[in-house]
């Protein structure tokens, strides 16, 4: 399993997509998106879109600032309620069907603390990689407290610039070198 950690809008899920390819072939396995966020996503979603005509999904930077306090709150209750590791257990149920068969290899786009990096590597045997964008600041203070933490905890940590067009295509040339850094460094776990 492969985790990409960074604060909100550092590309991560631009990541995920610019290294799947590289994944799949030197594993031969299908790569896989998992988000610890869509649940509670799903959860909020309709309330949302019904009272602020936003998607909790939505893209735009804007709607996102309106939305992500609500976001963050409701997963901070529901981590107070339910512990803290809530949102990884309502996602490993899922991963550990997938990756029964063997060919499916799981990559979790959104790491943001360090019980979740704890849960990759400990639960799957996973690697941590971190991004930081030019330009990008945490858009809260729980991000801007936990980030460096997870970066700290981080495999492979990358600062990149901010891509204007063809995002995930350019983003394919640091991804080809963090895949290879991570694959050194996991190749004999995850081929065995």
Known sequence: MLGISGIARSGKDTLALAIKDFIEKDLNKEVRLYSLAKRLKDDCDAFLIKNLEISAFTQETLEKTCVRPFLVGYGDSMKLKFGK???????EGQIVEDISSDSIFPVVTDVRFDYEVDWIRNKFGGAIIHVTKNG???????ERINDPIVQSMADIKHFWPHFEKNVVENAKDHAIIMWQMVMEAYKEKWTT
């Open 136 to 142: 990008n600041y945490p858009p809260n203070e729980a």
């Open 85 to 91: 590791d809530i949102w990884c257990k309502k996602l």
